[in-house]
Every structure is written in C-alpha cells, then in structure tokens.
C-alpha cells in the first residue's frame, strides 16, 4: 500500500513556474512507476507524465512536453513535477498516482493509488 500527499500548487502569473511534489509513504517507492494528472473543471482527468521506477525513462502529454519536467528522489520516496512557462491552460488540481505496472501507463485506471490533488491557477 502506498499513501500519496501533494504539495507545491498555487496561484502563479502566465509564463511563471512552479514545482509540485509527491510524498509517499512505505518501503517500496522504488517499486512503483509514478505518475502525474491533471482535472480541470467541467474536463476529464488527463494524463500529465509518468516516470519509470528507476527514474530512467519518463513521458509527456503533447501539451506539456518541453514545459514540464518530472523526476523523482528514491531515497527521499518523492516525486517532484516542475511546471515551466505555465498557461491559462495549465490550471486545475494536479494528482499525482502510482501504480505497479511496468511500461508508460498513461490511463487512470492502470494507476492504483492516488493523492488527494493539488491546486494550480495561472493567471493570464
């Protein structure tokens, strides 16, 4: 079981950044390919990026390639999403997931455990 808490949202001017993190507890971060989503309201939640187990292998959404950056501490059991030349666009609660399966899951439902979400508001 792994228990998943976000931080680092706010409210942040267009072009700004910010950087989200995801602590997790347990023994076994190690084990997990991570994730980060996205619910803007009125919208579906949708995939952000993922990162592998080792922190080897990481993939984006098209809307944010380039922009975000998402790595991972294993020894601090924490993953962290850096969110450069933000947009309007960009807001909603980011969720970070993780999930045992192997590859880039970027569906929720390949994702088992989930955080309770963050806030991201960019200000045009």
């Known amino acids: 079981q792994v228990q998943l808490v976000e931080s680092g949202g706010g409210l942040v001017q267009a072009g700004g950044s910010l950087r989200l993190s995801c602590a997790a507890s347990g023994r076994t971060f190690s084990a997990y390919t991570l994730g980060w989503f996205r619910q803007a309201p009125g919208e579906e939640r949708g995939f952000v990026a993922t990162?592998?187990?080792?922190?080897?292998?990481?993939y984006y959404a098209d809307s944010v390639k380039g922009r975000f950056t998402i790595s991972r501490d294993n020894a601090k059991n924490t993953v962290y999403l850096q969110m450069n030349i933000l947009k309007p666009e960009d807001t909603a609660v980011y969720y970070c997931?993780?999930?045992?399966?192997?590859?880039?899951?970027?569906?929720?439902?390949?994702?088992?455990?989930w955080g309770q979400g963050t806030q991201v508001s960019v200000s045009s």
């Open positions: 997931a993780a999930t045992t399966r192997i590859g880039a899951p970027r569906k929720q439902y390949e994702y088992q455990y």
């Open positions: 990162i592998h187990r080792s922190g080897s292998t990481t």
